[in-house]
Nanobody
Framework: QVQLVESGGGLVQAGGSLRLSCAASGLTFSSYAMGWFRQAPGKEREFVAAISWSGGRADYAESVKGRFTISRDNAKNSAYLEMNSLEPEDTAAYYC????????????????????WGQGTQATVSS
């Protein structure tokens, strides 16, 4: 079955960096668009970044533009989220998600557009 496993979360001071990874199995990874979402306590899950199946197109939430970078390595069946200049407001559980999308460079940004989800990894930014 499809599995998405996130890693790389942790505790970091404001201004610091973290690199999240999402390892995929059970699917043809290169045919799937990948997304990162986050959810803070008491809040709804929100879009962070997404990348097309080829890596040729990416989209970001306004709150993370210029600080976060999404990437993928289809040879390693993995997606990544490089997070720099972290702020306490970035504290959340981060989830990766996948949806089939090999027919276009469309980048889904809504939670209900994705078919598969990981269990999440916690990122905590202290002030």
């Amino acid at each position: 079955q499809v599995q998405l496993v996130e890693s790389g979360g942790g505790l970091v001071q404001a201004g610091g960096s973290l690199r999240l990874s999402c390892a995929a199995s059970g699917l043809t990874f290169s045919s799937y668009a990948m997304g990162w979402f986050r959810q803070a306590p008491g809040k709804e899950r929100e879009f962070v970044a997404a990348i097309s199946w080829s890596g040729g197109r990416a989209d970001y939430a306004e709150s993370v533009k210029g600080r976060f970078t999404i990437s993928r390595d289809n040879a390693k069946n993995s997606a990544y989220l490089e997070m720099n200049s972290l702020e306490p407001e970035d504290t959340a559980a981060y989830y990766c998600a996948a949806v089939a999308g090999f027919w276009s460079e469309y980048v889904p940004v809504k939670t209900d557009e994705y078919d598969y989800w990981g269990q999440g990894t916690q990122a905590t930014v202290s002030s």
